[in-house]
């Protein structure tokens, strides 16, 4: 990754971003309720493209990423923690996939932060909201609830 700045494309303005630890992607939350995924292009460019976008999501405050499990995390003014899968399609392109919702707040607060918990068997996730709320997730136990 080049030290000298890069352009981008994104039309709105960005809430949130993470980069993976090789620099080659990048995923954005914009102020319009967009989750935006991008690439960097080949060199001798330091410029990203944008490669997949997600459904508007009630406004994004905040997102993570667990790059290594291909998973991204926004967290959205409904109170609603959203996670999406970074797949490569037959392609060869990255998409976007849902995967799972988490609505666990009591009263309806934006989400204004969400880390992944490093863990070796399970895909954790913490959320806080704006009253000062913090929640812990097993991404996979709501993934399994939400298909029953």
């Given amino acids: 990754m080049s030290s000298a700045a890069s352009s981008s494309p994104l039309s709105s303005r960005v809430r949130s971003i993470s980069l993976s630890p090789d620099g080659q992607r990048l995923a954005a939350a914009l102020a319009d309720g967009t989750l935006q995924l991008l690439q960097q292009q080949p060199p001798p460019s330091s410029d990203y493209s944008i490669v997949a976008s997600q459904w508007k999501l009630n406004p ?12 991204v995390a926004a967290g959205c003014g409904d109170g609603a923690v959203r996670v999406v899968a970074v797949d490569r399609e037959d392609s060869g392109l ?8 988490a ?3 009591d009263v309806v ?3 204004t932060a969400v880390a992944f918990v490093p863990h070796a068997t399970r895909t954790l996730l913490l959320s806080a909201g704006c009253q000062g709320s913090i929640l812990l997730w097993d ?5 399994q609830q939400q298909q029953q």
Avoid at 94 to 101: A, E, R, T, Y
Avoid at 139 to 143: A, D, E, N, R
């Fill in 60 to 71: 994004v405050h905040c997102l993570a990423a667990d790059w290594a499990r291909g998973l």
């Fill in 94 to 101: 990255l998409s976007l996939q849902p995967q799972c919702q």
């Fill in 103 to 105: 609505d666990g707040f």
């Fill in 109 to 111: 607060e934006a989400v």
């Fill in 139 to 143: 991404v996979h136990l709501q993934q």
